[in-house]
């Protein structure tokens, strides 16, 4: 079983920053790709980020690409997101989660945080 806490959010007028964190821990399968997703209020759950286990490839979603930032570090079971240049439209609540293999889509992921919100105002 794999526990995963996300933590960083809170509240910050557009344009500014914030990086998230995301703590695994407990019995994980082999080595998990990490990603980051986040659901807005009345909307689906959106792929944000995603980085692979050596954290040599990442994916990102086009609507954050170029503001986002995905890396990990494996020594502290931890993954990071990075977030620059923050918009309204990305006031969601967002989670990271574990998956066996690199992939953009959420029903591949094994393993989900509880969430952290994160509001940005304009």
């Known amino acids: 079983q794999v526990q995963l806490v996300e933590s960083g959010g809170g509240l910050v007028q557009a344009g500014d920053s914030l990086r998230l964190s995301c703590a695994a821990s407990g019995r994980t399968f082999g080595s998990p790709a990490m990603g980051w997703f986040r659901q807005a209020p009345g909307k689906e759950r959106e792929f944000v980020a995603a980085i692979s286990w050596s954290g040599g490839r990442t994916y990102y979603a086009d609507s954050v690409k170029g503001r986002f930032t995905i890396s990990r570090d494996n020594a502290k079971n931890t993954v990071y997101l990075q977030m620059n240049s923050l918009k309204a439209e990305d006031t969601a609540v967002y989670y990271c989660?574990?998956?066996?293999?690199?992939?953009?889509?959420?029903?591949?992921?094994?393993?989900w945080g509880q969430g952290t919100q994160v509001t940005v105002s304009s």
């Open positions: 989660a574990a998956a066996r293999q690199l992939t953009t889509v959420a029903g591949t992921y094994d393993y």
